[in-house]
Antibody, heavy 119, light 108 residues
């Protein structure tokens, strides 16, 4: 069974940092590209970051560029999102989602982890 | 960046109705378009990929069409489980991925 389980969310103060993790199982993690997508409370979906299967290609949304870093460890079947200089507008549920490649839909999503940025 | 515009934002319909949701891209995206269904408190679920391909396990009452800049998602006969929010997404490799703003499908 394919599983993506996010963790690491929580309450953080503005300008603080947080590291999200996504543990993958049930499929060949190293064969898939991965993404982070977020959803602010009551709002729509916003793509955040992409990493290719080998980590060769990495892309970020303009809204987070320079403040977040996506990475992966294929040996541990894990995906990460290091978030720095957090702002109130970063408050959202963060989902990890897999895709077969750059031109691929997101065919499986985790259940999400909530990040709240507030003093 | 490519902007995705969905219409309508809200749609009221009854069980058994045929409904169509439209998604327009601000520039051509070939067929690099997906449709997702999301229920409250849950992650999105892929319905259609590459504009018209039905994801495995998705009921055949869902269908997608279009290419270039205009796309549609059609549900041929609404079932109670279909009342949810639907998003389109473009995944053109030369642009950041973007989603439509969503269409909330409500029971009339």
């Amino acid at each position: 069974e394919v599983q993506l389980v996010e963790s690491g969310g929580g309450l953080v103060q503005p300008r603080g940092s947080l590291r999200l993790s996504c543990a993958a199982s049930g499929f060949s993690f190293s064969s898939y590209s991965m993404n982070w997508v977020r959803q602010a409370p009551g709002k729509g979906l916003e793509w955040v970051a992409y990493i290719s299967s080998s980590s060769y290609s990495i892309y970020y949304a303009d809204s987070v560029k320079g403040r977040v870093t996506i990475s992966r460890d294929n040996a541990k079947n894990s995906l990460y999102l290091q978030m720095n200089s957090l702002r109130a507008e970063d408050t959202a549920v963060y989902y990890c989602a897999r895709a077969y490649g750059r031109n691929s839909a997101f065919d499986f999503w985790g259940q999400g982890t909530m990040v709240t940025v507030s003093s | 960046d490519i902007q995705m515009t969905q219409s309508p934002s809200t749609l009221s319909a009854s069980v058994g109705d045929r409904v169509t949701i439209t998604c327009r891209a601000s520039q051509t995206i070939s067929s690099w378009l997906a449709w997702y269904q999301q229920k409250p408190g849950k992650a999105p679920n892929l319905l259609i990929y590459d504009a018209s391909n039905l994801e495995s396990g998705v009921p055949s009452r869902f269908s997608g069409s279009g290419s270039g800049t205009e796309f549609t998602l059609t549900i041929s006969s609404l079932q109670p489980d279909d009342f949810a929010t639907y998003y389109c997404q473009q995944y053109n490799s030369y642009s950041p991925y973007t989603f439509g703003q969503g269409t909330k499908l409500e029971i009339k």
